[in-house]
């Protein structure tokens, strides 16, 4: 597509439910990012997918998140047993140039709302 | 610890006027300073972009000036617009390391 789609683009859920929040990358960008965004903050690095593997979930907060993108193109974000902590924007991003900052390209992002 | 500091945190400015935003850094491994502008609902769009080998890059009104030694790069916008408000962020990166770290935004409001 021409550009990086996120869905929804807004969840409320309720304090322990699961939720799965959806991007699909710009075609061709091999490289993916999933940043989170609290209000009133920059984005924080979460994940760094190359292709299918995740190189780099260095920045996932707890073993309650996880993601995946197992055809190496879109990326799902999967977060269990939600906490109001979680509120937040969470940003997926991809690039032409893996294993730099270069070309990020971001989407609108998911804003996820714990109640 | 937070690696990218900036300033201010929120700014006014009249339709015309310049807007200055200014971000220190700690980490002397980073080499690419890129400047974001967010819309709300929007994700960040990249504005314009320097590495350290110059001091400074200019394209149309938006002006990046590097100051090396001291770890510091700020954002002009000349003629400032309405439509430039926005909230505008700094980042960086490192070598080979894709992560960007951002600063804590600037909420640019340009008054008509």
């Known amino acids: 597509g021409a550009g990086v789609s996120q869905t929804p683009s807004n969840k409320v859920t309720e304090k322990g439910k699961y939720v799965e929040l959806r991007c699909d990358p710009i075609?061709?960008?091999?490289?993916l990012y999933w940043y989170r965004q609290s209000l009133g903050q920059g984005p924080e690095f979460l994940i760094y997918?190359?292709?299918?593997?995740?190189?780099?979930d260095s920045g996932l907060p707890n073993d309650r998140f996880f993601a995946v993108r197992p055809e190496g193109s879109v990326s799902t974000l999967k977060i269990q047993r939600t906490e109001r902590g979680d509120s937040a924007v969470y940003l997926c991003?991809?690039?032409?140039?893996?294993?730099?900052?270069?070309?990020?390209?971001f989407g609108s992002g998911t804003r996820l709302t714990v109640v | 610890q937070q690696q990218v500091k900036q300033s201010p945190q929120s700014l006014i400015v009249q339709k015309g006027g310049i807007s200055i935003i200014n971000c220190a850094y700690e980490?002397?491994?980073?080499?690419?300073f890129p400047w974001y502008q967010q819309f709300p609902g929007k994700g960040p769009a990249l504005l314009i972009a320097?590495?350290?080998?110059?001091s400074e890059k200019k394209e149309g009104r938006f002006t990046i000036s590097f100051n090396k030694s001291a770890k510091q790069f700020s954002l002009h916008i000349m003629d400032s617009q309405p439509g430039d408000s926005a909230t505008y962020f700094c980042?960086?990166?490192?070598?080979?390391?894709?992560?960007?770290?951002f600063g804590k935004g600037t909420l640019l409001t340009v008054n008509p």
């Open positions: 991003a991809s690039s032409l140039f893996p294993g730099t900052g270069y070309g990020y390209t």
């Open positions: 075609s061709g960008h091999t490289a």
């Open positions: 997918f190359q292709g299918t593997g995740a190189a780099d």
């Open positions: 980490n002397t491994a980073f080499d690419y």
């Open positions: 320097i590495r350290p080998d110059v």
């Open positions: 980042a960086a990166s490192g070598g080979s390391n894709y992560k960007l770290t």
